[in-house]
C-alpha cells in the first residue's frame, strides 16, 4: 500500500475528549473516529487491526470445533420476553419499535436467538454437539460511554453458544473453549489469566473472565506469577481429547480480580515470590449456565432412551473492537503504538527518505515488491514529508519494522532497518536487509 494514496489522517495533538492512552492514540494514529457518544468509524488503519484479530479468533474457534454463522443485529422482543430476560436486562438493551409497533431490539447478546435457531433446527441427541458462534456488531446503552472503543456503546463481539446433551459433555465444550482463549490472545502477543468470574446477567454456575496485565488496566488484579509465565496450549492440541488436565492446571493457581480478591488466601496459597498484583484489562469472558435459557425457550431434544431432553449450554465472548484498544493498553511508548506482529496493520514500512529521486524511488519499490513476494504486508511511505515527519508517523502508527531507504544508502548499497519496539537501528547491505527484515517478521508470527 501506497501512503499517498491511503487514508491516514494522523493528529499531532492529543484530543482534550480522550481519557487514557488507546483513546488517545488509536485518535491521533487516524485509526478511529467518534460518530456518536460511545459509536466509532473504523478508519483504514483501524480497519486492518480489527481484521487481523477477528481472523486470530475465527481461526482459533474454527480450530475448537465451533461453527461460524451470522445472526442479525435486530432482534424480536419476543424472544427476549420467552427467555424471561426482556424485562431483567435493563435500560443497557436499546428498544425500539417497527413501522407496525412491532417491539424489537438492538441485540446486546444473541443467547435467545442462537437457541432458536437450535431448538428448530435439531431434534435428535445424535446431531450433538453443537457450537455456533458470531461475528457481530452489538449494541449496548452505557449510561457514560467513555474510553474510546474500551467501553463504547457499540462493539465488534465474538459470541459462541455451546449445545450439549448432558453436564459432563457441556463442561467437555467448556474446558475446551477455556484452552481456545489462552491459544487466541498468545496468538495476539498477549499473555491472558484467567480468573474465576461472577456470572452476572448471564446467568450460569461457572464463569471465567480472561485478563491482560496493563499499568492502565481498569481494576486491580492477583494473580500466580506462573499463571504470567505458563506454557500456552500448542498449535496440535487435540482439542477433541481430554483438556481437564490443562483446565485444571490452570485454574488450580490463584487469581482473582478485587472484587473477588481474598487477600488471607492470596498470602496463604501464594509464596511471597510468587504474587503478582498488577492492573487488568478483561478481553474475554465465557460462561457454563446450563438449561437458563433452553428450559424457558423449550430447546430439546429426543435423548437415546426415546426421552425428551433439555439442552445444556454455555456462552463464550471476545470483545474484538476492545481488543485493539487492549493491545494498546499494554504496548505502547512515548512515541505511539507498538504493534506485535500478527495484529499490526502493516508488518514493514518502507521509509523513502526522497520521494521523487529516480534511483531512491527504484530501490524502495524494488524493496516493497520483495518484501510482499515473501508474504509481509508492506506500507510504502511515498510522501514529499520531511524525515522527522516520516518517522514520527511510522512511530505513532506501530508498524513493527521500518526499512529507511535514503539516497546516500542507496548510492552505498545499503539500507537501515529500525525495531519499533526496542528502537534498535541497523544499516546493512540492501540484501542482507531484506532478507533481515523477512526472517524478523516471520519470526514474530505466533504459530496458527
Known amino acids: 500500500m501506497h501512503l499517498s494514496r491511503f487514508f491516514l489522517p494522523v493528529l499531532r495533538e492529543t484530543p482534550k475528549e480522550a481519557e487514557i492512552v488507546s483513546h488517545q492514540l488509536m485518535l491521533r494514529a487516524g485509526m478511529i473516529r467518534q460518530s456518536a457518544a460511545g459509536i466509532y468509524s ?6 486492518r487491526v480489527l481484521k487481523k484479530i477477528e481472523a486470530i479468533v475465527r481461526e482459533e474457534q474454527n480450530r475448537a470445533g465451533a461453527v461460524e454463522i451470522l445472526m442479525p443485529t435486530i432482534q424480536s422482543a419476543d424472544l427476549w420476553k420467552e427467555s424471561g430476560r426482556y424485562e431483567a436486562y435493563g435500560k443497557e438493551m436499546l428498544r425500539i419499535q417497527d413501522r407496525h409497533e412491532r417491539e424489537m431490539l438492538f441485540g446486546p447478546t444473541a443467547e435467545e436467538v442462537v437457541t432458536t435457531i437450535v431448538r428448530d433446527g435439531i431434534k435428535s ?6 457450537n455456533l458462534y458470531n461475528i457481530q456488531w452489538k449494541f449496548r446503552d452505557e449510561i457514560r460511554p467513555r474510553f474510546g472503543v474500551m467501553r463504547g456503546r457499540e462493539f465488534l463481539m465474538k459470541d459462541a453458544y455451546s449445545f450439549d446433551l448432558t453436564k459432563e459433555a457441556s463442561r467437555a465444550t467448556y474446558q475446551r473453549m477455556f484452552v481456545a482463549y489462552l491459544r487466541t490472545f498468545a496468538r495476539m502477543g498477549l499473555r491472558s489469566v484467567p480468573m474465576q468470574a461472577d456470572t452476572g446477567p448471564i446467568g450460569g454456575d461457572l464463569s471465567h473472565e480472561f485478563i491482560i496485565l496493563a499499568e492502565t488496566g481498569e481494576s486491580q488484579v492477583f494473580c500466580h506469577k506462573d499463571l504470567i509465565e505458563g506454557e500456552i496450549p ?31 488466601r492470596f498470602e496463604a496459597e501464594v509464596p511471597a515470590e510468587k504474587r503478582i498484583s498488577a492492573r487488568g484489562i478483561e478481553v474475554g469472558h465465557i460462561f457454563h449456565f446450563g438449561t437458563k435459557y433452553s428450559e424457558p425457550m423449550n430447546c430439546r431434544v429426543q435423548g437415546p432412551d426415546g426421552q425428551q431432553v433439555t439442552l445444556v449450554m454455555g456462552s463464550y465472548g471476545i470483545g474484538v473492537s476492545r481488543l485493539a484498544g487492549a493491545i494498546i493498553e499494554a504496548s505502547h511508548d512515548d512515541a505511539g503504538i507498538v504493534w506485535p506482529v500478527p495484529v499490526a496493520p502493516f508488518e514493514v514500512a518502507v521509509v523513502n527518505l526522497k520521494a521523487g529521486d529516480a534511483a531512491t524511488d527504484k530501490a524502495s519499490l524494488d524493496i516493497k515488491a520483495r518484501l510482499e513476494a515473501a508474504g509481509i504486508d508492506v506500507l510504502y511511505d511515498d510522501t514529499d514529508d520531511r524525515a522527522g515527519a516520516k518517522f514520527a508517523t511510522m512511530d505513532l502508527i506501530g508498524v513493527p519494522y521500518q526499512v529507511i531507504v535514503g539516497p546516500k544508502g542507496v548510492k552505498a548499497g545499503e539500507i537501515e532497518i529500525k525495531d519499533r519496539k526496542t ?6 547491505a540492501v540484501e542482507a536487509g531484506i532478507e533481515r527484515t523477512i526472517r524478523s517478521v516471520i519470526d514474530q508470527r505466533v504459530p496458527v
Open 42 to 47: 473504523w478508519l483504514p488503519l483501524g480497519l
Open 125 to 130: 441427541y445424535k446431531d450433538l454437539p453443537k
Open 234 to 264: 500448542g498449535p496440535h492440541t487435540d482439542f477433541w481429547g481430554d483438556l481437564s488436565p490443562i483446565f485444571q492446571d490452570w485454574t488450580s493457581r490463584y487469581a482473582a480480580t478485587e472484587e473477588k480478591h481474598d487477600a488471607a
Open 423 to 428: 528502537g534498535a537501528r541497523e544499516t546493512l
